[in-house]
DNA sequence: TACTGGCTAGTTTTT
DNA sequence: CTAGCCAGTA
């Protein structure tokens, strides 16, 4: 964690210097409801600011605001964000309002940094060390895969990633062990998710370290457990602020409302901000409901609503709110703008297939540069990663440069991740994960059964893998080779510890990957890829620098794992919509809106109507982060896992306002159906609204699943599949024992429905859970 | 212990 | 289609 070091203690020159004036400077060229925002600092206050009316000046000046008016110190202010990024920011920003005394904000942060901040402070009443270590995503599934083991678990019928997606789940639920519903852990494994739940968390203990969800879950328990500690809290934090309020889960509100206990909840000094249009992490427990129940969980609070947008025209404002006014359940915002001009109009391109979409954007996007527009000022959002390719292939052959956010980060390369257990192991000699993790790599000749004697002896001395090693070069047991191999490994084990006393931590770890023998082995690598292994670890040792400390370092790239695009060249961006909230750009692709792909049938398969409204919001999302120009396209022909499918329109099309949109279709000039008279009429008609369901994109819908094979229920029908769902399994379809016919898994019988998810015991593949829409009566 | 073919599964991912 | 993982073989 970067602020992690010392604070200096705040200056009063740049504070005190502000006093004494009617109106400082930092509210000028605010408009009337941001001052508002800014000014009420007393009591529960809620923020719902759409996207682009100048949420973050709002709570960047609100923290300037406090602190010049010496309402609070730096480190009594609890600052909440969801990415590093976004705190970052926040920094940057105050800082150049308040000057640099404030770079010791000590508790402007992540959940989870600043919760592990309180966590390795009193990490003995949560049973860990305040060394311990945080897991990621890679090391939680090598854990649970020995957990299946040890109980006997069929990996191939119950996944270590599905465990890792229910413990996620419960994690954000804010549920410990003893609180998971019997409904609920029963499921996994025959019943025996609880208990491995129970296992996972007793191994994490041993191991001294704590996964992602426990940042949040272990510091409520401690909160919960000992009221003196949270009323330490209670007195130092004067003033709270969350940012994003829309994306927190129950666990991160349960947090949050322990730490606004120190006052009656009509009192409490906190401030929200968020958008619930722009709330789309639902699938990964964000509970859009936390918003949308502030007032009643602080009584009196104040609402603000920021409505001027300062980023889009106008045309595309009026899109974007007439997409989301679809939703049903928000607070209900209208964006406006003061900008008379209306600007370009939203464009729908229609095209052959994706390959002619991805041309199609290519040439705009050389035409724009030959205008002069910059590839940085242009982003290309898709729904999915698998529809990049696509567009870096077009762009390689052009010679277009581009940049693609997301994909695998930095720190979860495999050479990174490798280089990192070797850190880890030296700072934390406890840490077996890490340790079962290089303990052969480079290859060393000690395969799994030297590692499973290892774990054996560790098990019953009950001792860390790297100490059993140590008892174990004693004895005979191993053979002359292995031990002679892992002498040597401990003796290097221990030089590196002892020189990492000297060493800065970058320098250490070139050392070790020299030392151990990584570095030959990717030399001798003659594949492509070894050259960039060899460039990210230099990077790795680059960025290590600024960093005194092992600890130090590991904590910051265990919470910071951030992919800086430090390339500072001109590129088109690529990315998700999900990534690119938050960001603007002047011209913005909005390819694939067809249906099944955006909306994904997915989510409308798994959560229904909410599912859909979901999808809304990110059509919302990417809308909006287009300035001056929004270029949307469908393609009627697209290959989804390997095979040709024809697909229709989003029905998000059909939800734009007519009067702000362009359309063409090249896709019939290709010979292509195009869909309805001509790729303009739906729009002609007086009242595209009068039946949304007598549009042509529906009608093609409706034509289409007529004409499916099979004649399955209509998936593709967000009202259906939705009623399915709320009703809570008695509307499906489907009756208990009934036998039914699956494409892939093939005959079996109905055991157990649970809304358009229906548990069936198939003949030849066993029990399953499946989709209902994958399925047929048999 | 290390490699290679066959098989399976296949959204979104702030920490 | 294709990438990642496991099981059987050298």
């Not at 049903?328 to 001009?341: N, P, S």
């Not at 359309?663 to 739906?682: E, I, N």
Request: charged share 30%.
């Amino acid at each position: 964690m970067a602020d992690n070091a010392p604070l200096p203690r705040p200056q009063a020159g740049p504070i005190t210097s502000q006093l004494g004036r009617r109106e400082p400077d930092y509210l000028n060229g605010l408009n009337p409801e941001q001052r508002d925002a800014v000014l009420t600092i007393d009591g529960p206050l809620l923020v719902l600011a759409g996207a682009g009316t100048g949420k973050t000046r709002v709570l960047t000046t609100r923290i300037a605001h406090i602190l010049t008016t010496k309402r609070a110190w730096p480190s009594e202010i609890l600052s909440v964000t969801f990415t590093n990024k976004a705190a970052r920011e926040m920094k940057d920003r105050i800082a150049r309002f308040v000057g640099a005394s404030v770079e010791g904000m000590p508790w402007l942060g992540t959940f989870h940094s600043i919760s592990a901040r309180i966590l390795r402070r009193h990490a003995e009443l949560v049973d860990l060390k305040s060394t311990f270590t945080i897991l990621d995503t890679d090391d939680q599934i090598r854990l649970i895969k020995q957990l299946l083991a040890a109980e006997n678990i069929d990996e191939k019928r119950w996944p270590a990633r599905q465990f890792a997606g229910m413990l996620d789940a419960w994690k954000n639920r804010g549920l410990l062990p003893k609180d998971v519903p019997a409904s609920d852990s029963g499921y996994y494994a025959n019943g025996k998710g609880g208990k491995l739940y129970h296992d996972y968390q007793a191994r994490l203990k041993t191991l001294n370290a704590a996964d992602f969800g426990d940042l949040l879950l272990e510091c409520i328990r401690l909160f919960r457990e000992n009221p003196e500690v949270l009323a330490e809290y209670h007195a130092k934090f004067k003033y709270m602020l969350v940012d994003e309020y829309q994306d927190s889960n129950t666990a991160q509100y349960l947090w949050l409302r322990l730490l606004a206990q120190g006052k009656p909840a009509s009192e409490a000094n906190i401030c929200v901000v968020g958008d619930d249009d722009q709330s789309i992490y639902g699938w990964r427990g964000a509970e859009v409901d936390n918003i949308l129940r502030f007032e009643t969980d602080f009584p009196g609070a104040k609402v603000i609503k920021l409505e001027r947008n300062y980023r889009s025209t106008a045309n595309i404002l009026k899109a974007a709110s007439t997409i989301i006014a679809n939703n049903e359940g928000r607070l209900g915002k209208t964006l406006f703008t003061d900008i008379a001009e209306a600007g370009e109009p939203i464009s729908f391109t229609q095209v052959y297939d994706s390959e002619e979409e991805a041309r199609t954007v290519g040439e705009e996007i050389e035409q724009y540069q030959r205008q002069g527009e910059a590839l940085n000022s242009m982003a290309i959002l898709v729904r999915a990663s698998f529809q990049m390719r696509e567009f870096e292939e077009r762009f390689i052959t052009l010679g277009v440069n581009y940049r693609v956010v997301g994909g695998p980060r930095f720190y979860e390369r495999k050479e990174i991740r490798d280089a990192l257990a070797y850190l880890r192991l030296v700072a934390q000699p406890a840490d077996d994960l890490a340790f079962e993790r290089i303990i052969n790599v480079p290859k060393r000749g000690l395969g799994d059964s030297t590692v499973k004697m290892l774990m054996e002896t560790a098990r019953h001395q009950r001792v860390p893998l790297l100490q059993a090693v140590r008892m174990m070069v004693e004895t005979e047991d191993l053979k002359p080779k292995q031990r002679t191999t892992l002498r040597s490994l401990v003796a290097q084990f221990d030089d590196w510890a002892w020189r990492s006393e000297s060493l800065p931590p970058y320098q250490l770890v070139e050392h070790m990957l020299e030392e151990s023998g990584y570095m030959d082995m990717l030399a001798a690598d003659k594949s492509v890829e070894s050259e960039g292994r060899k460039e990210n670890l230099k990077e790795l040792s680059r960025s290590m620098e600024e960093f005194e400390t092992l600890g130090g370092f590991l904590e910051h790239i265990s919470l910071v794992m951030d992919r800086d695009s430090a390339d500072a060249s001109d590129a088109v961006t690529i990315m998700t919509l999900h990534s690119a909230k938050g960001l603007e750009y002047n011209t913005v692709f909005l390819p694939g809106w067809e249906d099944g792909t955006f909306p994904s049938q997915r989510s409308m398969d798994e959560t229904g109507r909410a599912g859909l409204e979901e999808e809304r919001r990110l059509a919302y999302v990417g809308i909006t982060r287009g300035r001056k120009r929004v270029r949307i396209s469908a393609a009627q022909n697209r290959r989804i896992h390997g095979l040709w499918q024809s697909a229709i329109p989003s029905r998000f099309i059909d939800e734009l306002p007519p009067d702000a949109v362009e359309v063409t279709d090249r896709g019939s000039a290709y010979g292509g159906y195009g869909y309805g008279g001509g790729a303009t009429s739906r729009f002609n008609k007086a009242d595209p609204f009068e039946s949304v369901y007598e549009t042509p994109g529906w009608q093609r819908a409706r034509a289409n699943q007529s004409n499916r094979k099979g004649g399955g229920p209509l998936t593709i029908d967000g009202d259906l599949v939705a009623r399915s769902v709320d009703l809570g399994g008695q509307s499906s379809g489907y009756a208990l024992g009934e036998r039914v016919f699956h494409l892939k898994f093939g005959y079996g019988e109905v055991i157990q429905i649970e809304g358009n998810k229906l548990t069936i015991d198939f003949e030849k593949a066993g029990t399953k859970k499946v989709l209902e829409s994958f399925i047929k009566k048999g």
